[in-house]
């Protein structure tokens, strides 16, 4: 059986959703012209019958710009390039959809809309523009138009003047018509061209989402024209002329100067008096110079006032309108006649003084006679008087001088008047007339010569001189040599030296040369005194003086070798320890007095100390650590060594001091009595040193005892406890005899040490138990009988000690082991320190 079908193939299709829709066929879209580029605007969207998936597209007509891009599958569509609706209001675009196999083109239109981005354009402006000046106000001078192609709102245009300054303009802001302001005139005389700035601005719109005012300004000139409706002024008043003893009849006396008020079209200007002239004076009607008629000498008044009128012509010769204006002339004396200054023998221009330096401040300089005079009359005899010299030292009085005065000099620094710095004093006195135009002056020359007086010090050319000297120099030998100057002349210039002071004894200055030099007699040793410090004194002839400080250093010479306290020493070495040795140089500065030690040579090996040069500490190799490793390098017994150590000093030349050390060396003890056994053992060689700390424990320990004992009472008796009256039997002390073994027989190792063991053992059987009191203070028991010498023994061999102590009981008297091994070793330390006494003598 077969089977056949048909089915029908229906087109896709866009939706219809309307204008006010983001998304369908593209009807009535409409779009805004400040639309950003990049922006998604719209998006196609339809379907298929089938319900098979549609695809999209845009196209644009032959020729066409572009505006938009699609996204085929999504139908998105974006803007691409920038619109502007001044240029095309409207966009013509196809677009399709298709499934396929069949698609679908429809062809839509996308209007534009405006925003406000266009400025208003002025169509008559800028312009230049003439107006007369007797234009009425109110009247309109000229019409200013702009286009602004926006629509709606921003397409309409209002205009304005920019009111920056006062204007004597006014717009209106709907026409445009410019007019001259209400009770307001132009005025050629005052401003010949006027600029108005007229700013056009549009209604406003809607510009990327923000209202939006544009504008636009240009500038309109406006040239005032001239008319004839001002009178002539005067150039320069007020107007002054002079007539002088010496003019002439027919000299110029004043020229006055008149315009016409409309400078535009000046009409020409006649001069002539009105009154005041007297007949004396004339004056030119086209210039207007006016000249004297007449010898100065029949002229009645000092000054005239003469009326001057200036008339403007017209082009027929008729007198127009016309300014008046005064000329004041003045008949004055001639300045022909400067300033002098007159001497007791008539005019003078050089006067001369002699006196001392450093006059009293206000002192008048009576030794000049000046006078000084101006034979011309009034403002021609005024004149100033200035005196210019070096740094104002003088002062003249009067300052300013009508006609004659009499002229004094004051001092006004005396300090400056010195004679140490200016043997004589030039000033030029200089008189210079105030009010004249010719400013006639003379000048006269004051020459001061100053005697000198001693009015200064001797002065060092330091306030202290630093001298170095070597130590051993011969008596008289140079020190160091001192200047000091006085600038006085004659023999208050001249200097003596002197010195003085606790560090001056060794030495003696040269009064006239300022040189200073050892006593002849004196030593100079840096050892015993490295510093003096005296004064120089420098004196002139009537006792004004200056002191100076001489600080002197006595240079050290290396002149001491190191030396040795003793040139054989004897030291015991514990193995680990060690000993230092020590010279001594009295030289008093480095490298003279630092000291290097050396072994030169060591018996019976050379290769077993080392020694720090710098401090003369001698120890053994590090690789020595025992008594065996000795003895096994010296194949002996005997431990004693024999070195000759050299101690040199680092002067130069250097200096040497050589010492026989003998060393016994011993291995290190460790009693069991604690640290303070191993301390004693380190000082065995120091009995005295031993005895005074002992000394000092014991003291520290009674001390303890009072003041525990007193705190016990002051405790009881604020509690007031009562003890039993009863008898209290006390034990009596037992003292343990010493147990020791002979401590310089041979050890059987170098560990075995002697023991003392001390054993106490006490019961109380008293029902009552009071705190005994500490025993008076006792001798110590008897030391132990001196040790036998066993021959082939080291004779200085330390014994080495040990013991075991037992703790004391709180209730035992003050006495116990380690008290005792103490005791023992200070007397076996005296004992040995005896017999070397003995052995030595």
């Known amino acids: 059986m077969f089977l056949s079908s048909a089915q029908a193939d229906f087109a896709p299709y866009f939706y219809d959703n309307g204008p006010y829709s983001d998304n369908g066929n593209l009807a009535l879209f409409s779009l805004s012209e400040d639309t950003p580029d990049g922006t998604q605007i719209y998006r196609l969207n339809g379907t298929d019958p089938e319900g098979q998936e549609v695809r999209y597209g845009l196209s644009f007509d032959p020729g066409s710009k572009e505006y938009f891009r699609i996204d085929p599958k999504s139908g998105n569509i974006t803007l691409v390039e920038k619109l502007d609706r001044e240029k095309q209001d409207s966009i013509d675009v196809n677009i399709s959809i298709t499934d396929g196999r069949s698609k679908v083109v429809e062809r839509v239109t996308i209007f534009v809309m405006d925003a406000n981005d266009e400025k208003p354009e002025f169509q008559n402006l800028p312009a230049i523009i003439d107006v007369v000046e007797t234009t009425e106000s109110g009247n309109s001078i000229y019409k200013v138009e702009a286009v602004d192609r926006d629509t709606g709102s921003g397409g309409s245009v209002n205009y304005y003047v920019q009111a920056s300054q006062p204007t004597l303009f006014a717009i209106d802001r709907h026409s445009g018509v410019l007019r001259i302001k209400s009770g307001e005139m132009l005025d050629y005389e005052k401003t010949k061209t006027h600029f108005v700035t007229v700013i056009a601005k549009d209604g406003g719109g809607n510009f990327n989402g923000k209202e939006q005012f544009m504008s636009s300004s240009a500038t309109l000139t406006i040239n005032v024209i001239d008319a004839q409706d001002t009178p002539p002024s005067f150039i320069g008043t007020p107007y002054f002329g002079y007539v002088y003893e010496i003019s002439v009849p027919g000299s110029e006396v004043f020229t006055v100067t008149a315009k016409d008020g409309d400078v535009g079209n000046p009409?020409?200007?006649?001069?002539?008096?009105?009154?005041?002239?007297?007949?004396?004076?004339?004056?030119?009607?086209?210039?207007?110079?006016?000249?004297?008629?007449?010898?100065?000498?029949?002229?009645k008044r000092e000054i005239f006032n003469i009326k001057v009128r200036a008339s403007e012509v017209s082009p027929e010769g008729k007198l127009l309108d016309y300014e008046l204006t005064t000329v004041v002339i003045r008949v004055v004396d001639l300045n022909n006649n400067p300033p002098t200054f007159y001497g007791d023998k008539g005019p003078q221009n050089i006067f001369e003084l002699t006196m001392y330096e450093n006059p009293p401040e206000g002192e008048i300089l009576r030794g000049l006679k000046i006078i000084v005079n101006d034979s011309d009359q009034g403002a021609n005899a005024k004149f100033n008087l200035r005196l210019i010299g070096p740094e104002r030292m003088l002062r003249v009085v009067p300052q300013t001088v009508l006609n004659e005065a009499q002229v004094t000099i004051l001092v006004e620094d005396s300090a400056a008047m010195d004679y140490e710095r200016h043997h004589f004093l030039t000033y030029k006195l200089l008189a210079v007339e105030i009010d004249t135009p010719e400013r006639f002056s003379s000048t006269a020359d004051i020459i001061i010569h100053l005697l000198d007086t001693n009015d200064n010090a001797p002065k060092f050319s330091s306030d202290y001189y630093i001298a170095r000297i070597p130590e051993n120099s011969p008596g008289g030998s140079n020190v160091v040599s001192v200047t000091a100057a006085d600038p006085d002349s004659g023999p208050w210039g001249e200097v003596r030296y002197s010195i003085y002071g606790s560090g001056a004894d060794?030495?003696?200055?040269?009064?006239?040369?300022?040189?200073?030099?050892?006593?002849?007699?004196?030593?100079?040793?840096?050892?015993?005194?490295?510093?003096?410090?005296?004064?120089?004194?420098?004196?002139?002839?009537?006792?004004?003086?200056?002191?100076?400080?001489?600080?002197?250093?006595?240079?050290?010479?290396?002149?001491h070798p190191p030396a040795f306290n003793d040139n054989f020493l004897e030291k015991t070495m514990v193995i680990g320890a060690p000993v230092k040795i020590e010279a001594i140089d009295d030289d008093a500065e480095v490298p003279n007095n630092v000291i290097e030690y050396t072994i030169m040579k060591a018996e019976p090996d050379n290769n077993i100390f080392d020694i720090n040069a710098d401090t003369g500490e001698i120890q053994l190799k590090s690789y020595i650590k025992s008594m065996a490793i000795i003895q096994n390098i010296t194949k002996k017994r005997d431990c004693t060594w024999s070195l000759v150590v050299q101690a040199r000093d680092r002067g130069q030349p250097s200096f040497s001091t050589t010492a026989v050390v003998k060393i016994d060396i011993t291995e290190a003890t460790h009693l069991k009595g604690g640290p303070l056994g191993s301390l004693l053992m380190q000082n065995r060689h120091k009995p005295l040193q031993?005895?005074?700390?002992?000394?000092?424990?014991?003291?520290?320990?009674?001390?303890?005892?009072?003041?525990?004992?007193?705190?016990?009472?002051?405790?009881?008796?604020?509690?007031?406890?009562?003890?039993?009256?009863?008898?209290?039997?006390?034990?009596?002390?037992?003292?343990?005899?010493?147990?020791?073994?002979?401590?310089f027989k041979t050890l059987e190792t170098p560990r075995e040490r002697f023991n003392i063991e001390v054993q106490e053992q006490e019961q109380e059987q008293e029902q009552v138990q009071v705190r005994p009191l500490p025993p008076p203070p006792c001798a110590p028991s008897l030391p132990p009988p001196p040790p036998l010498y066993i021959p082939g023994e080291r004779r200085w061999a330390v014994p080495t000690v040990s013991a075991n102590v037992e703790p004391?009981?709180?209730?035992?008297?003050?006495?116990?082991?380690?008290?005792?091994v103490n005791k023992a070793l200070v007397s076996e330390l005296k004992m040995r320190l005896e017999q070397k006494r003995m052995v030595t003598h």
């Open 267 to 299: 009409n020409p200007i006649h001069y002539s008096f009105d009154e005041g002239d007297d007949g004396v004076f004339g004056i030119n009607k086209t210039s207007g110079c006016i000249s004297l008629l007449t010898p100065p000498i029949s002229l």
């Open 506 to 559: 060794l030495f003696l200055i040269e009064p006239e040369s300022g040189i200073i030099y050892t006593q002849p007699w004196a030593s100079l040793d840096a050892e015993v005194r490295s510093k003096y410090n005296f004064y120089v004194k420098a004196e002139d002839a009537e006792g004004k003086y200056s002191l100076a400080e001489v600080f002197v250093t006595v240079l050290d010479l290396n002149d």
């Open 690 to 743: 031993i005895i005074g700390m002992l000394a000092g424990a014991i003291c520290l320990m009674v001390i303890i005892t009072v003041i525990i004992s007193t705190a016990t009472f002051m405790r009881n008796k604020k509690s007031n406890r009562i003890l039993p009256n009863r008898r209290v039997r006390r034990r009596p002390q037992r003292q343990h005899p010493w147990n020791f073994k002979n401590p």
């Open 808 to 820: 004391k009981p709180r209730k035992k008297p003050m006495f116990d082991g380690q008290d005792t």
